[in-house]
């Protein structure tokens, strides 16, 4: 099961703060360049401090953040009127820059190494791309995006705190790179699961 499953209860917390912010005049697609640009800030700076340090503690925080900043762009353009072609377009590759620029840092950090960190960047983003392919946008598979927020900030908490992983962590990017592709065969076959029904008389 993934955590997205308990997104609507997420969704109900923010519903009176985005309906302040449509009341102000914030739209959907500031939210979503600002959550973009915010990941790849704090990824640069991740990435500056050549390994791990105590900047890390910032990832879980921001991670969460950034959770609710998607559900608010996204209640902003179906229940305020707001959506736009060039809001999808946003949206989808706002997440996919935003996962490479937070888990590119992970390649700095042992035992992991720039090899395992960059296939499970990469498989991240084809995850996503699987789940937009089909007729209806797919969130299914053991890996999506919340569960990867989770992870990937129960990490960061980690380093910020312990300063250091152990070596025996060293097998986790393969099992998420492994998640990952479970994750993209499951949305693609939901996906052409979904066509033929749609093609159904």
């Known amino acids: 099961m993934s955590l997205y499953a308990l997104k609507?209860?997420?969704q109900a917390l923010l519903r009176p703060l985005v309906?302040?912010?449509a009341a102000s005049g914030v739209t959907a697609n500031q939210v979503t360049v600002g959550a973009a640009l915010g990941s790849v800030a704090l990824g640069g700076l991740l990435v500056a401090q050549g390994g791990p340090s105590a900047w890390f503690l910032l990832l879980p925080l921001w991670l969460l953040l950034r959770m609710a900043l998607n559900a608010?762009?996204?209640?902003?353009?179906?229940?305020h009127?707001?959506?736009s072609r060039l809001g999808g377009?946003?949206?989808e590759l706002g997440d996919v820059v935003s996962d490479a620029a937070l888990i590119a840092p992970f390649a700095l950090v042992p035992p992991f190494g720039p090899g395992w960190v960059g296939a499970v960047a990469v498989l991240s983003v084809v995850s996503e791309f699987a789940g937009v392919l089909g007729p209806a946008r797919r969130y299914d598979g053991p890996l999506g995006k919340s569960d990867r927020a989770l992870v990937f900030g129960a990490l960061g908490l980690w380093v910020g705190i312990a300063g250091a992983l152990p070596g025996w962590t060293a097998w986790l990017m393969p099992l998420?790179?492994?998640?990952?592709?479970?994750t993209t065969a499951k949305r693609v076959a939901g996906g052409l699961a979904d066509a033929v029904r749609a093609d159904l008389p």
């Open 81 to 83: 009127g707001q959506k």
């Open 176 to 182: 998420l790179a492994l998640l990952l592709v479970a």
């Open 19 to 21: 309906g302040r912010l």
């Open 72 to 79: 608010v762009d996204g209640m902003l353009a179906r229940e």
């Open 89 to 91: 377009y946003l949206n």
């Open 8 to 10: 609507p209860r997420f």
